[in-house]
T-cell receptor, first 112, second 112 residues
Framework: EAGVAQSPRYKIIEKRQSVAFWCNPI?????LYWYQQILGQGPKLLIQ????????DSQLPKDRFSAERLKGVDSTLKIQPAKLEDSAVYLC??????????FGQGTRLTVV | RKEVEQDPGPFNVPEGATVAFNCTYS??????FFWYRQDCRKEPKLLMS???SGNEDGRFTAQLNRASQYISLLIRDSKLSDSATYLC?????????????FGSGTRLSIRP
């Protein structure tokens, strides 16, 4: 079974630039999550989709972050403009109903 | 108060020792529970689910106390390869969907 796919694996940008991350969840998983993990901390939920609808985006900094899952399958997360404190690993995960989440390898973002 | 709290550690124990991690959660609507393992610069991966009756998988034992809203993980006869960060994870059921919340993680280092 194919896992959660994410791209790119690494990205370095200058502050105030924009960046986008892509995620393709496991086939059949209706729930998709984007997490931000800062070094030394646990993953922090940014946004959760159920199919193509947003379930929770309470911790998404909406002035600069946006995400969409238009067809209820793959998803993109965008940051515009980026700040130094956005440097982190961005993890995408998917799950089937009330079960464990499976993670992609993540995108390591460095903002300089 | 954080929804999921863990002792951050680090725990530094000799090979062969027994080590236990604790985790508390604040939301009584929490429905399912997991321990994830995260190696350095890797994505989190499911270690084991946690059941009300307690469950064991080889050297690993997980326990859940719903009354106290407390989860534990016990590692017996620890190996060098057990060195990692262990994340306590709670799946909280809301009216229309569920949300997966991670603790900050407990760092474990096994020394020869």
């Amino acid at each position: 079974e194919a896992g959660v796919a994410q791209s790119p694996r690494y990205k370095i940008i200058e502050k105030r630039q924009s960046v986008a991350f892509w995620c393709n969840p496991i086939s059949g998983h209706a729930t998709l999550y984007w997490y931000q993990q800062i070094l030394g901390q646990g993953p922090k939920l940014l946004i959760q989709f159920q199919n193509n609808g947003v379930v929770d985006d309470s911790q998404l900094p909406k002035d600069r972050f946006s995400a969409e899952r238009l067809k209820g399958v793959d998803s993109t997360l965008k940051i515009q403009p980026a700040k130094l404190e956005d440097s982190a690993v961005y993890l995408c995960a998917s799950s089937f109903q009330v079960s464990e989440a499976f993670f992609g390898q993540g995108t390591r973002l460095t903002v300089v | 108060r954080k929804e999921v709290e863990q002792d951050p550690g680090p725990f530094n124990v000799p090979e062969g020792a027994t080590v236990a991690f604790n985790c508390t959660y604040s939301n009584s609507a929490s429905q399912s529970f997991f321990w994830y393992r995260q190696d350095c610069r890797k994505e989190p991966k499911l270690l084991m689910s946690v059941y009300s009756s307690g469950n064991e998988d080889g050297r690993f034992t997980a326990q859940l106390n719903r009354a106290s809203q407390y989860i534990s993980l016990l590692i017996r006869d620890s190996k060098l390869s057990d060195s990692a960060t262990y994340l306590c994870v709670v799946n909280i059921r809301y009216s229309s969907a569920s949300k997966i919340i991670f603790g900050s993680g407990t760092r474990l280092s096994i020394r020869p």
